[in-house]
T-cell receptor, first 112, second 112 residues
Protein backbone atom coordinates (compact mmCIF):
# COMPACT_ATOMS: atom_id res chain seq x y z
CA UNK A 1 0.00 0.00 0.00
CA UNK A 2 1.09 3.58 -0.57
CA UNK A 3 3.12 5.25 2.16
CA UNK A 4 2.81 8.71 3.61
CA UNK A 5 3.09 11.33 0.90
CA UNK A 6 4.27 14.84 1.53
CA UNK A 7 4.22 17.64 -1.00
CA UNK A 8 6.14 19.53 -2.06
CA UNK A 9 9.54 17.96 -1.35
CA UNK A 10 11.41 21.24 -1.50
CA UNK A 11 10.39 24.85 -1.03
CA UNK A 12 12.23 28.15 -1.03
CA UNK A 13 10.35 31.09 0.43
CA UNK A 14 11.17 34.65 1.32
CA UNK A 15 11.00 35.96 4.85
CA UNK A 16 7.52 37.30 5.60
CA UNK A 17 5.73 35.01 3.17
CA UNK A 18 3.46 32.16 4.14
CA UNK A 19 3.61 28.51 3.14
CA UNK A 20 1.27 25.51 3.10
CA UNK A 21 2.55 21.95 3.27
CA UNK A 22 0.47 18.89 2.51
CA UNK A 23 0.44 15.36 3.90
CA UNK A 24 -1.53 12.33 2.73
CA UNK A 25 -1.46 9.56 5.35
CA UNK A 26 -1.57 5.85 4.76
CA UNK A 27 -5.06 4.70 3.87
CA UNK A 28 -6.99 3.87 7.02
CA UNK A 29 -4.77 5.94 9.32
CA UNK A 30 -6.73 8.70 11.02
CA UNK A 31 -3.95 10.15 13.16
CA UNK A 32 -1.54 12.59 11.53
CA UNK A 33 1.29 14.32 13.36
CA UNK A 34 3.64 17.05 12.19
CA UNK A 35 7.24 17.56 13.27
CA UNK A 36 9.91 20.14 12.60
CA UNK A 37 13.45 18.83 12.36
CA UNK A 38 16.54 21.01 12.56
CA UNK A 39 20.15 19.94 13.11
CA UNK A 40 20.33 21.52 16.54
CA UNK A 41 16.90 20.66 17.94
CA UNK A 42 16.11 17.27 16.49
CA UNK A 43 12.47 16.31 15.93
CA UNK A 44 10.16 18.84 17.53
CA UNK A 45 6.45 18.04 17.78
CA UNK A 46 4.16 20.60 16.15
CA UNK A 47 0.66 19.12 16.39
CA UNK A 48 -1.41 16.00 15.98
CA UNK A 49 -4.79 15.57 14.34
CA UNK A 50 -7.30 12.78 14.63
CA UNK A 51 -10.60 12.74 12.77
CA UNK A 52 -10.28 16.43 11.84
CA UNK A 53 -9.64 17.47 15.47
CA UNK A 54 -6.37 18.77 16.84
CA UNK A 55 -5.65 16.60 19.87
CA UNK A 56 -2.21 17.87 20.79
CA UNK A 57 -0.07 20.89 20.12
CA UNK A 58 3.62 21.51 20.69
CA UNK A 59 5.34 24.66 21.86
CA UNK A 60 5.35 26.62 18.65
CA UNK A 61 4.05 30.14 18.02
CA UNK A 62 0.63 30.75 16.56
CA UNK A 63 2.17 31.32 13.14
CA UNK A 64 2.17 27.55 12.85
CA UNK A 65 -1.25 26.07 12.23
CA UNK A 66 -2.75 23.00 10.69
CA UNK A 67 -5.90 21.23 9.78
CA UNK A 68 -7.14 17.82 8.78
CA UNK A 69 -9.77 17.01 6.22
CA UNK A 70 -12.45 14.35 6.28
CA UNK A 71 -10.28 12.06 4.12
CA UNK A 72 -7.53 12.35 6.80
CA UNK A 73 -5.26 14.41 4.57
CA UNK A 74 -3.61 17.18 6.51
CA UNK A 75 -2.08 20.53 5.81
CA UNK A 76 0.12 22.76 7.90
CA UNK A 77 0.55 26.45 7.36
CA UNK A 78 3.29 28.77 8.48
CA UNK A 79 2.60 32.48 8.19
CA UNK A 80 5.05 35.38 8.31
CA UNK A 81 8.01 33.13 7.70
CA UNK A 82 11.24 33.73 9.59
CA UNK A 83 14.74 32.57 8.73
CA UNK A 84 14.61 30.22 11.72
CA UNK A 85 11.69 28.35 10.17
CA UNK A 86 14.08 26.75 7.70
CA UNK A 87 13.86 23.05 8.48
CA UNK A 88 12.72 19.64 7.37
CA UNK A 89 9.01 19.29 8.09
CA UNK A 90 7.90 15.73 8.62
CA UNK A 91 4.46 14.26 8.71
CA UNK A 92 3.67 10.91 10.30
CA UNK A 93 0.53 8.82 10.33
CA UNK A 94 -0.54 6.17 12.82
CA UNK A 95 -3.25 3.56 12.77
CA UNK A 96 -3.99 3.92 16.45
CA UNK A 97 -2.64 4.71 19.87
CA UNK A 98 0.67 3.14 20.78
CA UNK A 99 1.43 1.98 17.27
CA UNK A 100 4.33 2.68 15.00
CA UNK A 101 4.46 5.97 13.17
CA UNK A 102 4.97 5.98 9.43
CA UNK A 103 6.80 9.05 8.23
CA UNK A 104 6.77 10.77 4.89
CA UNK A 105 9.92 11.90 3.10
CA UNK A 106 9.46 15.39 4.45
CA UNK A 107 9.34 18.87 2.98
CA UNK A 108 12.60 20.79 3.05
CA UNK A 109 11.70 24.43 3.61
CA UNK A 110 14.32 27.10 3.12
CA UNK A 111 13.53 30.67 4.10
CA UNK A 112 15.77 33.33 2.57
CA UNK B 1 10.14 19.04 32.18
CA UNK B 2 10.29 15.87 30.12
CA UNK B 3 13.72 15.11 28.77
CA UNK B 4 15.12 12.38 26.54
CA UNK B 5 18.86 11.92 26.17
CA UNK B 6 20.60 9.73 23.67
CA UNK B 7 24.26 8.90 24.13
CA UNK B 8 26.81 11.04 22.36
CA UNK B 9 26.45 12.76 19.09
CA UNK B 10 28.19 10.04 17.11
CA UNK B 11 29.24 6.46 17.65
CA UNK B 12 31.91 4.82 15.49
CA UNK B 13 32.34 1.06 15.56
CA UNK B 14 34.11 -1.57 13.52
CA UNK B 15 32.14 -3.76 11.15
CA UNK B 16 31.08 -7.01 12.76
CA UNK B 17 30.99 -5.60 16.29
CA UNK B 18 27.89 -4.94 18.36
CA UNK B 19 26.70 -1.36 18.50
CA UNK B 20 24.94 -0.28 21.69
CA UNK B 21 22.95 2.92 21.78
CA UNK B 22 21.44 4.42 24.91
CA UNK B 23 18.23 6.31 25.53
CA UNK B 24 17.63 7.86 28.95
CA UNK B 25 14.57 9.79 29.99
CA UNK B 26 13.35 11.85 32.92
CA UNK B 27 9.96 13.12 34.08
CA UNK B 28 8.17 10.70 31.82
CA UNK B 29 6.18 7.51 32.26
CA UNK B 30 6.03 6.01 28.81
CA UNK B 31 3.75 3.14 28.01
CA UNK B 32 5.79 2.42 24.90
CA UNK B 33 9.27 3.11 23.71
CA UNK B 34 10.10 3.01 20.02
CA UNK B 35 13.29 3.07 18.00
CA UNK B 36 13.58 4.56 14.54
CA UNK B 37 16.29 4.77 11.94
CA UNK B 38 16.80 7.92 9.91
CA UNK B 39 19.00 8.37 6.86
CA UNK B 40 20.07 11.87 5.73
CA UNK B 41 17.30 13.86 4.11
CA UNK B 42 14.68 11.18 4.71
CA UNK B 43 11.94 10.54 7.23
CA UNK B 44 12.51 8.18 10.17
CA UNK B 45 11.70 4.52 9.66
CA UNK B 46 10.22 2.42 12.46
CA UNK B 47 12.38 -0.42 13.79
CA UNK B 48 11.07 -1.74 17.09
CA UNK B 49 8.46 -1.02 19.73
CA UNK B 50 8.70 -2.25 23.32
CA UNK B 51 5.99 -1.93 25.95
CA UNK B 52 6.53 -0.89 29.55
CA UNK B 53 5.86 -4.40 30.80
CA UNK B 54 8.40 -5.95 28.43
CA UNK B 55 12.06 -6.23 29.32
CA UNK B 56 13.48 -7.15 25.94
CA UNK B 57 12.47 -7.33 22.29
CA UNK B 58 14.36 -8.81 19.36
CA UNK B 59 14.10 -8.55 15.61
CA UNK B 60 16.77 -10.18 13.48
CA UNK B 61 20.06 -8.46 14.44
CA UNK B 62 18.31 -5.86 16.59
CA UNK B 63 17.63 -6.04 20.31
CA UNK B 64 15.97 -3.50 22.56
CA UNK B 65 15.83 -3.51 26.35
CA UNK B 66 13.58 -1.32 28.48
CA UNK B 67 14.24 -0.66 32.16
CA UNK B 68 11.49 1.55 33.63
CA UNK B 69 13.29 1.66 36.99
CA UNK B 70 16.47 3.05 35.48
CA UNK B 71 14.40 5.00 32.95
CA UNK B 72 16.60 3.69 30.19
CA UNK B 73 16.45 1.77 26.96
CA UNK B 74 19.38 0.12 25.22
CA UNK B 75 19.37 -0.59 21.50
CA UNK B 76 21.80 -3.19 20.18
CA UNK B 77 22.78 -4.01 16.62
CA UNK B 78 24.78 -7.22 16.45
CA UNK B 79 27.18 -8.08 13.62
CA UNK B 80 27.01 -4.48 12.48
CA UNK B 81 27.42 -3.65 8.81
CA UNK B 82 28.32 -0.42 6.99
CA UNK B 83 24.70 -0.33 5.77
CA UNK B 84 23.64 0.12 9.40
CA UNK B 85 25.26 3.58 9.38
CA UNK B 86 22.47 6.06 10.10
CA UNK B 87 20.99 8.14 12.89
CA UNK B 88 18.93 6.20 15.40
CA UNK B 89 16.13 7.89 17.32
CA UNK B 90 14.30 6.72 20.38
CA UNK B 91 10.76 7.90 20.95
CA UNK B 92 8.55 7.81 24.02
CA UNK B 93 4.83 7.31 23.78
CA UNK B 94 2.55 7.61 26.79
CA UNK B 95 -0.05 5.54 24.98
CA UNK B 96 -2.78 8.06 25.63
CA UNK B 97 -3.72 11.15 23.72
CA UNK B 98 -0.27 12.58 24.21
CA UNK B 99 2.38 13.49 21.74
CA UNK B 100 5.17 11.08 20.87
CA UNK B 101 8.43 12.63 22.00
CA UNK B 102 11.67 11.95 20.15
CA UNK B 103 15.24 12.07 21.34
CA UNK B 104 17.81 13.98 19.31
CA UNK B 105 19.31 10.76 17.98
CA UNK B 106 22.66 9.04 17.88
CA UNK B 107 24.60 8.96 14.63
CA UNK B 108 26.12 5.54 14.11
CA UNK B 109 29.02 5.02 11.73
CA UNK B 110 30.07 1.43 11.00
CA UNK B 111 33.60 1.34 9.66
CA UNK B 112 34.48 -1.44 7.18
Amino acid sequence: KAGVTQTPRYLIKTRGQQVTLSCSPISGHRSVSWYQQTPGQGLQFLFEYFSETQRNKGNFPGRFSGRQFSNSRSEMNVSTLELGDSALYLCASQKGLGTEAFFGQGTRLTVV
Amino acid sequence: SQKIEQNSEALNIQEGKTATLTCNYTNYSPAYLQWYRQDPGRGPVFLLLIRENEKEKRKERLKVTFDTTLKQSLFHITASQPADSATYLCALDSGGYQKVTFGTGTKLQVIP
